[in-house]
């Protein structure tokens, strides 16, 4: 990066540092601590439900996966509205009239206190390990950077997050939140903006989405359906509204936004104006990647976009490396001098020649492709980087090859900023946790005592995720990783909370077992690979209803004892 760049980096960073300690002050107890003293305006809830959802997983992972799979990512969140209104029917008003400080004290309340510390250790360990990936995530561009070693880069970003977050709890995190998000959508539409500027001369707008369409990345509906298939129409509306249904409604990262809202008219429309505004976001985003890649077809990109990995991989091996690189350079100038004549010939009506190059422009994208697949497989194997992924970099190469000095530092810092919103938003919720639900404090305790109390689980929660981060880099595509691992408990953990709202006569007991079978249950689907894992939600939730039915039904059936 140039000076320009980490004048803008540290300037935006520290900036952000000193708002959320500014904005944290006089905090006073568990109330103001955890829950901000539930004074947030509905535009507050609105941007720290986003942010807290959209880490720098989001911008980083989304369009590197719009590069390489296309766009039906986007299907993923074609439940989310429907999952917004139920949670405002339904969740919102129970929440709001028990005046809880976690989502899980309501079911100490409806059932016991075994089956409130079961659905909240697993709310603790699922989000205890998705917020150490995204810690991670950030911790990726340090190490691109600058050369770093990953796992000192994974101690700095999650240290220097935990300097507002400890200090000003709640309060800080959802303004900070508020000011991350805006510079974040911000700065992505310039991004956006400048991937098509810097396109060919007399190639439009048009003329890009037409490439991408017919390289398979504007596959934004996917109608087959396949069990296996991770993104389609019926993964997305079905799994995806149980996944929102159970993230957005019982995982205490999400229900602690709203529920630091002023009153419930706010909480409500923090949400339903989230179910609104999602997709259009995530559709744009993964628009950026698809973008990217037609950029990248009348210019030539790396083979491999891990730049520590690759330049280690062509020092080590350069004969080798040389003739893939020569092998690339003659298979792309094929490639863009096809993309230039499929321009042309659509601004000439000349189907049957642009019919002839479509399909030269294929065969070579897909030599092309088999191209980068074998560099990728041999740099896995010969562990030339402890990240084996590829998806996950290839943002941010476009951003540091390709965007001018300033622009590359800010936009370095919006994806740390956006990794901020999420994780500290997390750590407050998983504080809030095993504060009030595993530990349990008493009305004995004294503001003061609380507040410690508070900033110890912070603390504690926050070392634990730089623990985990430590061991992300082994999963992959980040932003599929947190869905799979969200998916293994929020079917279970949403079942337990239908149970309660629907079917009132099942007790503490029934609940508490049919928790831990379907919970194991989920688990042996996904390691025998029997469904895509949004369906594991669908599992969880239905299982355990259909188990607490059958239970009570049978209970009913037997003659009461005289």
């Known amino acids: ?228 298939d991770k993104y389609n129409i019926w993964s997305g509306v079905i799994g995806g509204f149980f996944l929102s249904l159970s993230y957005f409604g019982t995982d205490n990262s999400q229900v602690g936004r709203y529920i630091s809202a002023k009153d419930t008219r706010s909480s409500r429309l923090g949400l339903l104006l989230n179910g609104l505004v999602k997709i259009p976001m995530q559709f744009m985003i993964l628009l950026i990647g698809a973008l990217v890649f037609v950029f990248y077809s009348f210019q030539p990109a790396s083979l491999y976009f891990n730049t520590a990995a690759y330049n280690n991989y062509r020092q080590q091996e350069p004969q080798k490396a040389n003739a893939e690189h020569t092998r690339y350079l003659q298979l792309h100038q094929q490639y863009e001098q096809q993309a230039t004549r499929i321009t042309w010939e659509r601004k000439e009506n000349n189907h049957t020649a642009l019919a002839s190059s479509l399909k030269s422009f294929n065969i070579t994208q897909l030599q092309i492709q088999q191209l980068r697949d074998s560099v990728s497989r041999y740099i896995s194997t010969k562990k030339y980087s402890p990240d084996n992924s590829d998806t996950n970099y290839i943002f941010l190469y476009f951003v540091t090859n390709s965007l001018p000095a300033g622009l590359v530092g800010l936009l370095f810092a919006v994806i740390i900023l956006a990794s901020w919103g999420s994780i500290s938003a997390a750590l407050n919720s998983l504080a809030a946790s095993s504060l009030m639900d595993i530990q349990l404090i008493d009305g004995n305790k004294t503001s003061k005592s609380e507040l410690q109390l508070g900033r110890i689980h912070t603390l504690a929660w926050g070392l634990f995720c730089i623990g985990v981060a430590m061991f992300a880099t082994k999963m992959g595509s980040l932003i599929e990783a947190v869905n799979i691992l969200g998916s293994l408990f929020y079917g279970t953990i949403l079942g337990i909370f239908l149970v309660a709202f629907y079917m009132k006569p099942v007790t503490g007991k029934t609940v508490f077992t049919a928790a831990v079978i379907t919970e194991a249950v989920v688990v042996i689907v996904y390691i025998c690979n029997i469904v895509s894992f949004l369906w594991l939600n669908v599992i969880g939730a239905l299982l355990m209803m259909l188990f607490c039915f059958l239970v009570h039904f049978r209970a009913c059936l037997q003659p009461a004892k005289k």
């Open 1 to 228: 990066m140039s000076v320009t760049d980490w004048i803008v980096l540290l300037i935006t960073l520290a900036a952000m540092i000193s708002y959320g300690l500014y904005k944290g002050k006089g905090q006073s107890g568990a109330s103001s601590y955890l829950l901000a003293d539930k004074k947030m305006p509905w535009y507050v809830v609105l941007l720290g439900v986003m942010a807290t959802q959209a880490s720098a997983i989001t911008f980083l992972s989304a369009p590197g996966l719009a590069y390489t799979d296309g766009m039906r990512f986007v299907q993923n969140y074609f439940g989310l509205p429907i999952a917004m209104v139920v949670i405002c029917v339904t969740f919102i008003p129970v929440f709001s009239k028990l005046n809880v400080y976690t989502a899980y004290q309501y079911l100490e309340q409806r059932f016991d206190r075994k089956t409130r510390l079961l659905t909240s250790f697993l709310f603790l360990l699922s989000r205890g390990l998705s917020t150490g990936i995204s810690i991670y995530a950030p911790a990726i561009i340090l190490s691109c950077m600058l050369g770093w070693n990953i796992y000192v880069a994974n101690i700095i970003m999650g240290g220097l997050l935990m300097i507002y977050t400890w200090s000003g709890g709640a309060k800080a995190v959802a303004h900070t939140q508020k000011l991350q998000l805006l510079i974040i959508l911000a700065s992505m539409a310039i991004a956006g903006f400048l991937v098509v500027y810097k396109l060919p001369h007399g190639v439009s707008i048009n003329d890009a989405l037409y490439l991408a369409g017919k390289s398979g990345k504007l596959n934004v509906i996917t109608t087959d359906f396949d069990w296996h």
